[in-house]
């Protein structure tokens, strides 16, 4: 089975520095991995996905994410924090059972910006 | 524009009642699901449906009930017998049941007291 690990529960960080949000996935084959955001009472937003084409992917708002299969890695970064960056974030694996396709999502990062 | 809708924002209910979530979709997606949301548990799945007429048990199917009568809706009722049921609640859709992404309501937030 799947599993993602998000290894920080709360990153802070000034506005205008770098951003680094860890994730570590156990997976039984390639997978496909995704980071997804949520602002406060809002739906989540698809950040970015890897899907086994280039190991660095770029997503929105300047983020992006390197997948490092030999470490089981998927951290998502972005060299300069903007307030409006202050969210919750999601790291998630895709999961093949026998209806389909299912995320298995991670507890998440909560990211907080300071001026 | 194209989305999914999920009404009210917030709602509130007395214990032993059951309350009924609404989901909408205009995507034209056959797969819908419904996850529960709690404070640093991340977002566990409850119900999924592949197409209209079918739906089928996620993780914690417990105290929770959903029909597919349409394409477009999946509506959640939740259960007097669900022991904890204040939480968020999130509708997503996707293409298909084999389709990684999925696409997110805005939520409803639902306190039960």
């Known amino acids: 089975a799947q599993s993602v690990t998000q290894l920080d529960s709360h990153v802070s960080v000034s506005e205008g520095t770098p951003v680094l949000l860890r994730c570590n996935y156990s997976?039984?084959?390639?997978?496909?991995l995704f980071w997804y955001v949520q602002h406060p009472n809002k739906g989540l937003q698809l950040l970015l996905k890897?899907?086994?084409?280039?190991?660095l992917v770029k997503g929105i708002n300047g983020f992006e994410a390197e997948f490092k299969k030999s470490e089981t890695s998927f951290h998502l970064t972005k060299p300069s924090a903007h307030m409006s960056d202050a969210a919750e974030y999601f790291c998630v694996v895709s999961d093949l059972d026998q209806a389909g396709t299912a995320l298995i999502f991670g507890k998440g990062t909560t990211l907080s910006v300071s001026s | 524009d194209g989305g999914i809708t999920q009404s009210p924002k917030y709602l509130f209910r007395k214990e032993g009642q059951n309350v009924t979530l609404s989901c909408e979709q205009n995507?034209?997606?056959?797969?819908m699901y419904w996850y529960r949301q709690d404070p640093g548990q991340g977002l566990r799945l409850i119900y999924y449906s592949q197409i209209v007429n079918d739906f089928q048990k996620g993780d914690i199917a417990e105290g929770y009930s959903v029909s597919r009568e349409k394409k477009e809706s999946f509506p959640l009722t939740v259960t007097s017998a669900q022991k904890n049921p204040t939480a968020f609640y999130l509708c997503a859709s996707s293409y298909n049941r084999d389709s990684y992404e999925q696409y997110f309501g805005p939520g409803t937030r639902l306190t039960v007291t």
């Open positions: 997976s039984s084959y390639s997978p496909s």
């Open positions: 995507l034209n997606h056959d797969a």
């Open positions: 890897y899907t086994s084409a280039a190991t």
